[in-house]
């Protein structure tokens, strides 16, 4: 079975920093995607970049890039110069070629201090 | 106008009640998702279906059923709420496997 880990239950970064949220994934497949999304106090669920299996460069989406580390099964998000906009909740989510599992991790809160 | 949508937004409704949650979207994506959101728990995968025909149980499908009237249209049910399915919904769509799901904007149930 998948299983998606979020091992920091809450982190606070400065302005304009760069801050890492950590995603590790259990998975038996060989192909697979890897997701993140903000959901912001307002609740809705917003996605934010995608990371294939057999994607050999590391995703990046304006600020957002994710870290992808297949042998350590290890797919981390980095938000390069926060912004007080990025406070939320941010969720690691996989998916199989089949589609028919889909999985999302406990989720990490980040708070973006003035 | 929203590519994705569910009706209601909020809901309160007593223990026992039958209850329908609905979500439509203009999207035009076959698959369609419905999630539950507890606290500390991430999202839960209900039930799913890829397209009018296709329907699937999730991770947490018992106490739970499930209508694709239309590609469009997916209905989640409760047929008798019990207070533990008090949570935050959501409906999602998506092109395929490998893709990003769309969220509707969740709807809160809260069950007495």
């Known amino acids: 079975a998948q299983k998606i880990t979020q091992t920091q239950p809450g982190m606070f970064v400065q302005e304009k920093e760069a801050v890492t949220l950590d995603c590790t994934y259990d998975?038996?497949?060989?192909?697979?995607?890897l997701f993140w999304y903000k959901q912001p106090s307002s609740g809705e669920m917003i996605f934010l970049i995608y990371?294939?299996?057999?994607?050999?460069q590391n995703a990046t989406e304006g600020r957002y890039s994710l870290n992808f580390q297949k042998a350590r099964k290890s797919a981390n998000l980095v938000i390069s110069a926060s912004q007080l906009g990025d406070s939320a909740m941010y969720f690691c989510?996989?998916?199989?070629?089949?589609?028919?599992?889909?999985?999302f991790g406990p989720g990490t809160r980040l708070s973006v201090l003035p | 106008d929203a590519d994705v949508t569910q009706t209601p937004r909020n809901r309160i409704t007593k223990t026992g009640k039958r209850i329908m949650l609905e979500c439509s979207q203009t999207?035009?994506?076959?698959?369609m998702y419905w999630y539950r959101q507890d606290p500390g728990l991430g999202l839960r995968l209900i039930y799913y279906?890829?397209?009018?025909?296709?329907?699937n149980k999730g991770e947490i499908s018992d106490g739970y059923s499930v209508s694709r009237q239309a590609q469009a249209k997916f209905s989640l049910s409760l047929e008798s709420a019990i207070p533990n399915q008090t949570a935050l919904y959501f409906c999602?769509?998506?092109?395929?496997?490998?893709?990003?799901?769309?969220f509707g904007p969740g709807t809160r149930l809260t069950v007495t």
């Open positions: 999602a769509t998506s092109k395929g496997s490998l893709y990003e799901q769309y």
């Open positions: 998975t038996s497949d060989q192909s697979y995607g």
């Open positions: 990371q294939g299996s057999y994607d050999e």
């Open positions: 989510a996989m998916g199989d070629a089949s589609g028919q599992n889909f999985v």
């Open positions: 999207k035009g994506h076959d698959r």
């Open positions: 279906s890829f397209d009018v025909k296709d329907i």
